[in-house]
């Protein structure tokens, strides 16, 4: 049987149930811990907080959660580990660098492709610094409208590690910009189109930006859902529905790329994310798509056999 890595151990893909391919328990932007206002991190409430929601989602049917925090955004694998443990839902964590606006890493700039490169096999091979937990998928990332020299050798770096390892691709776009660029990079080094998840396309509500990528092969991620900031959620769901009853379920995924816990201030007006929550997929999402002529078994589809065909 293929397997899956988690923060805990491989398992089988057929133990997947529902999984949702993109949120964060702890997310922290660079430099958070300088801001004297920050509010105070204490792990256990944090802990806490993300036990509960995780076991509250494993009563609708998640039982894995996708967690692609970049390696310099507070990737914290071993908390993931310890919530996994406690609320009995797998966890996948990443490999990978974020975009460069947002990542800024001058050391990490420098390096070569090849250097990149290195860094991400490492960490698939060894495991993270001294956790011995190795991640279950490559992340990358680009900017708004452009590909940068940088962002171009993360995405090399990524496609190469994927072709050695067999590991899955998930991406960062800014307001659904550049995915097609994306998978045929991804293509040009190796990757198949069906081992790529193209995030946030659903700041793009152009149906024909989304069938371009998945005329490609690759699947495409409805994945901020409750976050107005970047979106409004009846503009997904109308293009979300739309692709859906075009024939397009089998290549979809949807999320709420919700941040369980913000090291530092909270970027967005509160008013934009009141929804921002995973559970908003089950008693919002879900119910709007129904509403619209979605069936029970197109979000299976979504939910269940999409992530599994996508690992596999």
């Not at 293929?2 to 805990?8: D, F, L, M, P, S």
């Not at 940088?150 to 990524?158: D, V």
Request: a negative charge; one cysteine or more.
């Amino acid at each position: 049987m293929k397997k899956i890595r988690t923060v805990t151990g491989e398992i089988e893909i057929s133990q997947l149930k529902y999984v949702l391919m993109h949120e964060h328990l702890k997310i922290g932007y660079a430099g958070w811990h300088l801001d004297p206002f920050s509010p105070k991190y204490i792990k256990e409430e944090v802990l806490k907080r993300a036990v509960d929601l995780l076991s509250e989602l494993k009563s609708h049917g998640v039982n894995c959660i996708v967690d692609p925090c970049p390696m310099e955004l507070g990737r914290d694998p071993e908390f993931m580990a310890e919530v996994s443990q406690l609320s009995g839902v797998y966890i996948v964590c990443s490999t990978g660098f974020d975009l460069e606006e947002r990542g800024n890493l001058l050391a990490i700039r420098r390096l070569s492709t090849e250097q990149i490169l290195e860094i991400y096999l490492k960490e698939v091979e060894d495991g993270i610094g001294e956790t011995g937990i190795r991640p279950g998928i490559i992340k990358a990332a680009t900017g708004y409208n452009v590909i940068t020299d940088y962002e171009e050798k993360c995405l090399t770096a990524a496609s190469m590690a994927a072709a050695q390892s067999g590991l899955s691709i998930i991406t960062h776009t800014e307001k659904g910009t550049m995915g097609l660029e994306q998978v045929r990079l991804f293509n040009q080094f190796g990757v198949a189109s069906d081992k790529c998840l193209i995030g946030h396309c659903c700041a793009n509500h152009d149906l024909s930006y989304h069938v371009g990528i998945m005329e490609k092969g690759a699947y495409v991620g409805f994945d901020r859902f409750g976050n107005n900031f970047f979106a409004k959620d009846e503009m997904r769901i109308g293009t979300l529905t739309g692709l859906i009853h075009m024939g397009y379920s089998n290549q979809l995924m949807i999320s709420c790329d919700s941040v369980c816990h913000y090291m530092g201030r909270m970027p967005f007006p509160k008013d934009s994310i009141k929804n921002w929550n995973p559970l908003y997929i089950f008693n919002g999402v879900i119910p709007s798509l129904r509403e619209k002529g979605v069936t029970m078994e197109q979000i299976n589809t979504i939910l269940s056999d999409n992530p599994k065909r996508y690992f596999s």
